[in-house]
């Protein structure tokens, strides 16, 4: 190989032959920043030509369209999980109710044993009956 091709990188852009573009470069064989930018600059025009942008307009419109669509449907799907959401608080809130009805009614039950409990105890003391041999 060639020192001059060594130091010259072999890039091909497109539409053009590879001599060419090896062609173009500066005459101390790295080439200029400035070729490599205007390079750049005609490679984004042949790409961003009128017909080009002519030719993505439809899928741009289809591409807003079904964004559109996604974005209706989230917030259908956001309304609904929002009232279901709504339905489980309030199914929890109840479930939350009736578990505090039954604690309260427990404990008044057991108060209520506890306490006629005593009460019997208490009248079977006052009748002296002897407890130890009850339970024997």
């Known amino acids: 190989m060639d020192s001059t091709e060594e130091q010259q990188p072999v890039v091909r852009m497109r539409g053009r032959p590879l001599n060419e573009?090896?062609?173009?470069?500066?005459?101390n064989g790295n080439g200029s920043p400035n070729t490599a930018i205007q390079r750049g600059l005609?490679?984004?025009?042949?790409?961003?030509?009128?017909?080009?942008?002519?030719?993505?307009?439809?899928?741009?419109?289809k591409l807003d369209s079904q964004l559109d669509h996604l974005n209706d449907y989230m917030s259908k799907m956001e309304e609904?999980?929002?009232?279901?959401?709504?339905?489980?608080?309030?199914?929890?809130?109840?479930?939350?109710?009736?578990?505090?009805?039954?604690?309260?009614?427990?404990?008044?039950?057991?108060?209520?044993?506890?306490?006629?409990?005593?009460?019997y105890m208490y009248l079977l003391k006052s009748l002296k009956f002897d407890l130890t041999n009850f339970f024997h």
Request: aromatic fraction near 4%.
């Open 80 to 119: 609904r999980l929002k009232l279901h959401n709504e339905k489980l608080m309030e199914t929890l809130r109840h479930q939350k109710e009736e578990r505090e009805k039954r604690r309260r009614s427990f404990h008044e039950v057991s108060t209520t044993s506890f306490l006629s409990a005593a009460r």
């Open 21 to 27: 573009t090896n062609a173009n470069g500066n005459s």
């Open 42 to 61: 005609e490679a984004l025009q042949e790409n961003c030509s009128e017909e080009t942008e002519a030719s993505y307009i439809p899928e741009i419109r």
